[in-house]
């Protein structure tokens, strides 16, 4: 009978016996050496695992940062302290771990500076590796961005040094941390590119070498994670510190460091070729496929974004399109495929956000302009790309597009409603150009004249299909937002959308217009129309009618609330309305009083001073009539009788 194999649970166990040495303490002399360490890292390595009595303390101590019940920071602090000291030789089987790698970062996120240094230090020629690993590159990102603010307190803080100290051997400058985990980075960076982890490590690395924003890990329009990881953040409530969505001063020495890895991977995507002459259609086709990859799009826009800070000639947008006037068959075929694919219709609408306004108008020129129409026509690829266009082309080019693109805008609406945005904007950034006719097609689709039911609430934010006075209490909805929004602008647009605006809430049942300002989105748009300025008083009475009559349960409400506290200008030179919402949530007091919401209102409308000083509130009227007011004449006070002169003719009475 053979010998047996070893079976992979026998494996297993032996790993998890295995104990993880501690990174030696690296001084500042051996950051300084020119010599670049052999890279040990492997994305495939196995760091191994805690055992169940490690597993438990640790899970334990997320906890309870989690709560975050310490009675004072420094409680926290020596918290904090203690895990890191347990943690020591356990450091990189926290990270890998899907439950301790979030204790990681938060610890990440609440140490002091030498804290930092201390564990950046641990994890020294395994950099690659964890931006591999699903969990780890989570972790080294939390790292790079707390060690970016560090470099910057240690560049504006010369003799920051003196107290950077780790049992009396003085630690190396962040500066020399960071470089020196560059040059561990630069060998894989091509790898990196099209990696589903380390991809997002290295656009990182990038924004951190070139002084751009850091983005926050939570917020919807972030680039620093994907959107899974952000929902994940938010559902632990792990939340980043104030050294997130911030731009850092770096050294000199990132810049070049900069220009030294951008120029690196221009070479091995070119085979080292010297000129744009001596690249093979192959290698351009090949990096073509960089640009339209979901992984790699992102990084390859970053680049093009930043390669201007060092390079004039921007040689990867030369490598990506050309820089004659005449058309290239195989470059049309490209862009075209840009304009239709989502990916690729992304990379285009960003890189002619940020490229050369030359090179941009020359791709407009030649595959764009002569049709606009049909490319907006198109289900939202193409279409974002035309938005961006009209963003950063010059006027003429500009004017062009809303020639072509004004005469359709009630029909491009119809299947992209952002577009309206984008050419209400290009219009007034242009001298408000053609404004007329924007506001001719848009009232056309929104508020037609030939309808008789033609309601801008009801075509715009379709209330009839939306969550408002559901029973199920659903949550509004994204695209209940965006109508929203956009009925916003449209209302700050022209007065003709206010007062229309206006025409269609008065239409409305008056339960369902109260229910609108109980609506997490649409009570936007009801506190949006009360502009006290610019509502006519006659249209203002007729809201107020309706407003008036829950006055109570809005003050009490997170969303009602806010209408409230606009009601206060709104009922202004309309002293009855003032003083009927007044009385109502005084006779209710109570309620009012003991809600979070009503007590702001309370004190919004100054009603303490109503119930104790009357006169003195209605002083604080008339001043805020005459400042919201200033032209208009104030009411002229009538003229006690004289029972002895009641015959007399009336003499005018004058104000002195």
Request: glycine fraction near 2%; include cysteine.
């Amino acid at each position: 009978m053979g010998s047996s194999k070893p079976r992979g649970r026998k494996l297993l166990a032996k790993k998890k016996q295995e104990q993880f040495e501690p990174a030696p303490v690296i001084s500042e002399e051996t950051y300084n050496e020119n010599d670049r360490q052999e890279d040990t890292s492997n994305p495939q390595m196995f760091y191994g695992v805690l055992d169940r009595e490690e597993l438990e303390y640790f899970k334990q101590a997320e906890s309870t940062l989690t709560i975050d019940a310490f009675e004072s920071p420094e409680e926290k602090q020596h918290f904090v302290t203690s895990i890191i000291e347990e943690a020591k030789g356990k450091e990189l089987k926290l990270v890998t771990s899907q439950i301790c790698s979030k204790l990681m970062e938060r610890i990440l996120l609440e140490c002091d500076d030498i804290q930092l240094k201390q564990l950046f230090q641990v994890f020294n020629g395994m950099f690659y590796g964890m931006a591999c690993h699903k969990y780890a590159s989570h972790v080294l990102e939390t790292l790079l961005v707390r060690a970016t603010a560090l470099v910057e307190k240690e560049l504006l803080t010369p003799s920051f040094d003196e107290v950077t100290k780790d049992d009396g051997v003085v630690l190396a400058s962040m500066e020399n941390m960071f470089l020196y985990m560059l040059n561990e980075l630069k060998p894989h960076m091509k790898e990196m590119i099209n990696h589903q982890y380390a991809s997002h490590t290295l656009r990182l690395v990038i924004l951190i070498l070139s002084s751009k924003v850091l983005p926050s890990s939570t917020q919807n329009n972030s680039t620093l994670r994907s959107k899974k990881s952000k929902i994940a953040r938010k559902m632990i409530e792990l939340k980043d510190n104030d050294d997130f969505n911030k731009v850092y001063q770096t050294p000199e020495s990132f810049k070049i460091q900069l220009r030294e890895m951008l120029t690196q991977l221009y070479r091995e995507f070119t085979n080292n070729a010297t000129s744009r002459s001596e690249i093979s259609l192959t290698l351009v086709s090949k990096f073509r496929e960089y640009c339209v990859d979901k992984v790699a799009s992102p990084v390859i826009q970053l680049i093009i974004q930043v390669e201007g800070i060092f390079d004039r000639d921007r040689s990867f947008w030369r490598l990506i399109f050309n820089t004659t006037e005449e058309k290239d068959p195989k470059e049309e075929s490209f862009v075209e495929y840009l304009l239709s694919d989502p990916v690729g219709s992304h990379f285009l609408q960003n890189v002619t956000s940020f490229g050369r306004i030359k090179y941009v108008e020359r791709l407009y020129n030649l595959y764009m302009k002569d049709r606009i129409v049909k490319l907006v026509k198109r289900d939202t690829t193409a279409a974002f790309v035309i938005q961006s266009l009209l963003k950063h082309l010059k006027s003429t080019q500009v004017k062009e597009i809303l020639d072509a693109l004004i005469p359709e805008l009630s029909m491009l609406l119809n299947s992209n409603m952002d577009f309206g945005t984008a050419i209400i904007n290009a219009s007034d950034k242009n001298d408000n150009y053609l404004r007329e006719e924007v506001i001719e097609q848009l009232i056309k689709k929104y508020y037609p004249s030939e309808s008789e039911s033609k309601n801008i609430l009801e075509s715009c934010l379709q209330l009839s299909s939306s969550t408002l006075g559901n029973t199920r209490d659903d949550w509004p909805t994204a695209e209940e937002r965006r109508r929203s929004l956009f009925l916003e602008q449209l209302i700050d647009y022209d007065d003709k959308f206010l007062n229309i605006t206006i025409e269609s809430m008065l239409a409305l049942p008056e339960e369902r217009l109260l229910q609108m300002c109980y609506h997490g989105v649409f009570s936007h748009v009801v506190e949006h129309v009360l502009q006290t300025t610019r509502v006519e008083i006659i249209k203002r009475r007729l809201l107020l009618n309706v407003l008036c009559k829950d006055a109570v349960n809005l003050s009490c409400n997170a969303y009602g609330s806010h209408i409230m506290d606009k009601l206060w200008e709104f009922t202004s030179k309309l002293t009855l309305y003032k003083e009927r919402i007044a009385n109502a949530l005084n006779a209710d007091a109570g309620k009012v009083k003991n809600s979070t919401y009503g007590r702001q209102v309370w004190k919004n409308w100054n009603l303490e001073l109503f119930v104790r000083k009357r006169f003195d509130w209605k002083r604080l009227i008339k001043e805020q009539d005459a400042a919201l007011f200033p032209d208009s004449k104030p009411l002229q006070p009538k003229r006690p009788r004289d029972k002895e002169t009641k015959d007399e003719p009336r003499k005018q009475f004058k104000h002195r």
